[in-house]
């Protein structure tokens, strides 16, 4: 696909877009300069006597407009020119770029949607045209091509109907970027909590402040925090395998992150790789690993520790990663303080104890 840029009218999404593009400035710019006769006509049309009576039959040559006029004319249409650039670098208006000339965002927020979504999208675009541009700026490392800030759904179906793709051009820095990207993908369709979680952790990978990770997602402190530390507690394989699961909130995942303990990543990993898993749709698989990985009931055993003397002191939980112990204090008040004051000498007596004789 040959490479263009061309200006539409923002106003009207449906209507034809304006032929004035760069080139054809350029283009009229030339004709200003080139000596086309059309000076001659106009003065032909004011002075009647070249054309009949004594002075017809004198054999003149073309007539020239003067240097001045076409100065001005020239200083008009480079002035056009650049009203344009400033047109298209200010992010002011809506162009036509080709698909093929324009790379997706440095940090991607979504997942991978479903088939059924992206077939609609192109068929919705093919009936009604692309009504909402898509935001890019000058690629920052490739000249000549152009980064994605929001828009990649879309900008992935134009490119498979093999059309121009309606944008808008603005020059932004990398925050401003994702910024832009994590507002504008949270008001147009919610992101998921994974892919919130998702987008949180690859931001902070490449060194962006929280107040800017913050911003992007138009979130808090607090929830930014769980955002993070529930997608620490999976590993990226099986964030992957379960997909944006769209109906699974924070409380679920969080949830997901506890009874994922290490000892069942292969477990997770085994169920990922069954025949059937990928049957079902994002939701379903979270449910089914969820279910797999069982309660936190069936995990956490509790059980309570009776002094000899039958008196129920202290409750003991035992789950595959965590052993803890609660004292009653209405039972025994003053027995936690004992024991912590003891537990450097407890625990160098059971490390001498676990060493190999």
């Known amino acids: 696909m040959a490479r263009q840029v061309m200006v539409v009218d923002d106003t009207a999404s449906n209507a034809e877009p304006p032929t004035n593009t760069v080139a054809e400035i350029q283009a009229k710019l030339a004709e200003t300069l080139a000596d086309d006769g059309s000076a001659t006509k106009a003065i032909d049309s004011d002075r009647p006597l ?82 909402v541009p898509i935001l890019v700026r000058p690629h920052p490392e490739k000249l000549g091509r152009y980064q994605i800030a929001y828009g990649h759904r879309r900008h992935r179906a134009i490119t498979e109907l093999g059309t121009m793709v309606r944008a808008v051009v603005r020059e932004l820095t990398d925050e401003q970027l994702v910024v832009a990207q994590g507002q504008e993908n949270n008001e147009r369709t919610n992101l998921s909590f994974i892919e919130k979680a998702r987008f949180a952790s690859r931001l902070q990978e490449r060194g962006f402040k929280r107040e800017v990770i913050m911003q992007a997602l138009s979130t808090d402190k607090g929830t930014l925090s769980k955002l993070l530390s529930t997608i620490g507690s999976i590993p990226t394989d099986i964030i992957e395998a379960i997909g944006p699961a769209p109906s699974i909130g924070t409380r679920r995942w969080q949830e997901f992150a506890e009874k994922l303990s290490r000892r069942l990543h292969d477990k997770a990993r085994a169920a990922i790789a069954s025949p059937g898993f990928f049957d079902r749709d994002s939701d379903g698989r979270f449910e089914m690993l969820l279910k797999l990985l069982g309660t936190n009931e069936e995990r956490a055993r509790a059980e309570p520790w009776i002094a000899s003397n039958g008196i129920r002191v202290a409750q003991i939980t035992r789950s595959s990663d965590k052993f803890s112990l609660v004292i009653d204090h209405k039972v025994a008040p003053d027995f936690g303080d004992f024991l912590l004051s003891r537990m450097e000498s407890l625990f160098s007596e059971f490390h001498a104890s676990s060493k190999p004789e």
């Open 50 to 131: 070249l054309k009949s009576g004594p002075l017809a039959a004198l054999k003149r040559g073309p007539l020239r407009t003067s240097p001045l006029e076409t100065i001005a004319k020239t200083a008009e249409s480079v002035e056009r020119v650049k009203k344009l650039e400033q047109q298209l670098s200010a992010g002011q208006s809506v162009v036509e770029l080709n698909p093929d000339d324009i790379d997706a965002s440095f940090v991607p927020d979504r997942m991978a949607p479903s088939e059924e979504d992206h077939r609609k999208l192109v068929e919705a675009i093919r009936s009604e045209g692309q009504l």
